[in-house]
């Protein structure tokens, strides 16, 4: 006999679990699969982002911060070290044990929430009587059926044509969280969040790293004098990074990886490096859903097509996260997720995608939300723009970290804030007051009269918000 739930969340990453736990606390019989595997084989919840993705990722750059402060920042303090020795294997291990306390974490959270969990790979097998029958294939199957559907799938990384992953030489993002020892010489295809946060982790463990890039700007999408203040702390940082690049044959052998590329002057080179790493995107991930037993569209790109509410062309099947359109954002996923099941319910759900945050964690970290200098101009939109930079900040300068900036734009005539830049400490977590202030269409002189702790990083903030009208009082 079938097991019968109001609501089948297909996948448990950020978007999932997330969606199954509030369609639990909105009265609703929820079921959750999902196939990732730890490595003793079980269940391994929180999909790319916990077990691949931003966890890790996150966890190995402040190991390799902590490395790069102790080998040289630490004698500015008046602390001496000796005998400083690097274990990559230990790190890791840190790393999985961050990864292991996540994936934990949504068990039990599942549990407390009463969702059932379901350990295997979930496919579409028919519509039944206006339900949808999903097979699951795992250590035991199981067929469920569920009258409502939450697809989320997410995304994998996208391979260069004809040159596979195989993770010991071309690596993805999975390949590159478990690299055993420092390469001696590192490449990086792509200068995305991925190239960059990856390139920093080695980079301050000791790697030579080279970072290509087809696009002929840097981080085309950021701010553009956000982005030149980037690129002058990565360039003196010893990050190489070269635009403009066009790759040609990638051969691997027993030394390491040969990378043939034309640089935007439009010369031939050869790179030789002990590993590489292919950072140009992700794709979403619809293989052995098996869409067509039900009719579910997807678009050219292989997404699930949804309207506006993460509806699908099927009644009762939703679909968000990566695996929709929009960006590929853990933090995205989980309000489409929250949105969806409140929908569900009956509720008026709420995603505002002018205001979703976007943050690189390198350093200095890179954060920002809402638009551009440049998409304000191309809009045609009248605006001020206030900065304040960190070296005037109090407790940037006790930190021993004064690199960038807080960036403003505000429309000319109503003051109302259009988007906020930051680069420098922490940038990561000072883009929340930004988000919030936006998305209660606050204006640059709410955050100026608004009261920060002093000395505080925040400051930078509310300075910039008085540079909106040229009255910063500390620079």
Not at 171 to 185: C, E, F, H, M, T
Not at 359 to 383: C, D, F, H, M, S
Request: aromatic share 6%; with cysteine; hydrophobic share 45%.
């Amino acid at each position: 006999m079938n097991k019968q739930f109001d609501v089948i969340v297909i996948g448990g990453g950020p978007g999932g679990y997330i969606a199954a736990i509030r369609a639990a606390q909105l009265g609703m019989k929820v079921a959750c699969v999902d196939e990732w595997k730890n490595k003793q084989g079980g269940p391994a919840l929180g999909g790319t982002c916990t077990n691949v993705g931003c966890i890790p990722s996150k966890a190995l750059l402040q190991s390799s911060e902590h490395f790069d402060q102790a080998r040289h920042h630490f004698a500015d303090h008046g602390i001496a070290v000796t005998g400083l020795s690097l274990d990559v294997g230990k790190m890791v291990d840190r790393k999985d044990t961050v990864v292991k306390q996540n994936n934990d974490g949504i068990l039990y959270l599942f549990k407390k929430n009463k969702v059932s969990f379901f350990h295997g790979r979930a496919s579409f097998v028919r519509v039944a009587d206006g339900a949808y029958e999903i097979k699951v294939s795992g250590a035991s199957d199981e067929t469920l059926l569920g009258q409502q559907i939450i697809v989320a799938t997410g995304s994998t990384a996208r391979a260069l044509p004809g040159t596979p992953f195989d993770e010991e030489m071309i690596l993805s993002n999975d390949g590159a969280l478990r690299i055993g020892a420092v390469p001696k010489r590192l490449a990086l295809i792509g200068s995305g969040v991925i190239g960059l946060e990856m390139g920093s982790v080695w980079r301050r463990l000791g790697s030579n790293v080279t970072i290509l890039e087809a696009l002929p700007d840097f981080l085309g999408a950021v701010d553009e004098q956000i982005a030149k203040e980037a690129r002058k702390a990565f360039d003196k940082q010893g990050l190489k990074i070269e635009l403009g690049v066009k790759v040609g044959d990638i051969k691997t052998g027993k030394k390491g990886v040969s990378i043939a590329y034309t640089n935007a002057k439009g010369e031939a080179l050869s790179l030789d490096v002990d590993k590489l790493i292919v950072s140009i995107g992700r794709v979403p991930n619809t293989i052995g859903l098996n869409t067509q037993a039900v009719g579910l569209k997807l678009d050219e790109r292989g997404a699930i097509e949804v309207d506006d509410a993460c509806r699908t062309s099927l009644p009762g099947v939703w679909a968000i996260g990566d695996v929709v359109r929009g960006p590929m954002l853990a933090h995205k996923a989980e309000e489409e997720g929250v949105a969806v099941a409140e929908r569900m319910a009956g509720q008026h759900g709420h995603v505002n995608f002018n205001t979703i945050p976007w943050v690189i964690y390198t350093n200095p970290e890179i954060a920002w939300v809402g638009q551009t200098e440049a998409q304000l101009k191309a809009a045609g939109r009248a605006y001020k723009a206030g900065t304040f930079p960190f070296m005037a900040n109090g407790r940037a300068r006790a930190l021993g970290d004064t690199t960038g900036m807080v960036k403003m734009l505000a429309d000319a005539a109503t003051d109302e804030i259009l988007g906020v830049h930051i680069v420098g400490p922490m940038a990561s977590e000072l883009i929340a007051e930004c988000v919030m202030a936006m998305e209660f269409r606050a204006s640059s002189e709410d955050i100026a009269r608004i009261c920060h702790a002093h000395p505080s990083l925040s400051e930078a903030t509310r300075e910039a918000a008085l540079a909106v009208e040229k009255r910063t009082l500390n620079f």
